[in-house]
Nanobody, 111 residues
Framework: QVQLVESGGGLVQPGGSLRLSCAVS????????ASWYRQAPGKQREMVAF???????NYANFVEGRFTISRDNAKNTVYLQMNSLKPEDTAVYYC?????WGQGTQVTVSS
C-alpha cells in the first residue's frame, strides 16, 4: 500500500522560498513517476510539476522557472523547491504518486 506524507509548507513573504517534501512509503517508488498539485480555495486542483522515474520534468506554465521538482530514490522522497513565491501561489500543495494522494501541506504567501 502506498502512503504519501507532505511537509515543508508554511507562511512566507512574497519573493521568499520554500522547499516541500513528499515522503513515499511502499514499493516501486524509483520506477514510478510523481507529481505535485495544488488547490487554492474555491478553485480546482491543478498540476504544478511532474517528474518521471528517470528524472525528466514538466511544469505548469504559471511556474515560469520559479519551481524545481526533484527526487531522491534512496530516500523515497520527492521535493518541490519554490522560489520567488507570489501571493497567488497560496494553496494546499499535494503530492501524487501511483494514483495516491497525500494529505497536503498549506503554503501561504503573504506580507
Amino acid at each position: 500500500q502506498v502512503q504519501l506524507v507532505e511537509s515543508g509548507g508554511g507562511l512566507v513573504q512574497p519573493g521568499g522560498s520554500l522547499r516541500l517534501s513528499c515522503a513515499v512509503s511502499g514499493r516501486f517508488f524509483s520506477s514510478s513517476a510523481a507529481s505535485w498539485y495544488r488547490q487554492a480555495p474555491g478553485k480546482q486542483r491543478e498540476m504544478v510539476a511532474f517528474i518521471t522515474s528517470s528524472g525528466n520534468t514538466n511544469y505548469a506554465n504559471f511556474v515560469e522557472g520559479r519551481f524545481t521538482i526533484s527526487r531522491d530514490n534512496a530516500k523515497n522522497t520527492v521535493y518541490l523547491q519554490m522560489n520567488s513565491l507570489k501571493p497567488e501561489d497560496t494553496a494546499v500543495y499535494y503530492c501524487n504518486h501511483r494514483a495516491t494522494w497525500g494529505q497536503g501541506t498549506q503554503v501561504t504567501v503573504s506580507s
